[in-house]
């Protein structure tokens, strides 16, 4: 009699603690993955950033090269040592 009310009792508590595992994973991935999309997003948009500058950058130092070399040119009895 008390074995079958103690398996009865087991299984209501394993019934409980699946319920409770799913409730917990469930509010990991709702929480979560809005979470994780937001940070992969936020690093896209730096890594983005981050190659338009590096690209100005290099155009505006080819500029200067440009602009030097021009320079150059026009100064024909400018020699370097």
Same mark, same amino acid.
């Given at each position: 009699? +008390?074995?079958h009310?103690?398996w009865?009792? @087991? =299984? !209501?508590y394993? %019934?409980?603690?699946?319920? +409770?595992v799913?409730?917990?994973?469930f509010? @990991? =991935? !709702?929480?979560l %993955?809005p979470v994780e999309?937001l940070?992969?997003n936020?690093?896209?948009?730096?890594?983005?950033?981050r %190659?338009?500058r590096?690209?100005?950058?290099?155009?505006?130092?080819?500029?200067?090269k440009?602009r030097?070399?021009k320079?150059i040119?026009l100064?024909?009895?400018?020699?370097?040592?």
């Amino acid at each position: 009699q +008390f074995a079958h009310i103690r398996w009865k009792a @087991f =299984l !209501v508590y394993l %019934v409980y603690l699946v319920f +409770f595992v799913y409730l917990v994973y469930f509010v @990991f =991935l !709702v929480c979560l %993955v809005p979470v994780e999309w937001l940070v992969l997003n936020q690093i896209q948009r730096d890594e983005s950033v981050r %190659v338009v500058r590096t690209r100005e950058r290099l155009k505006a130092r080819n500029v200067r090269k440009d602009r030097l070399r021009k320079f150059i040119a026009l100064q024909p009895d400018l020699e370097f040592s």
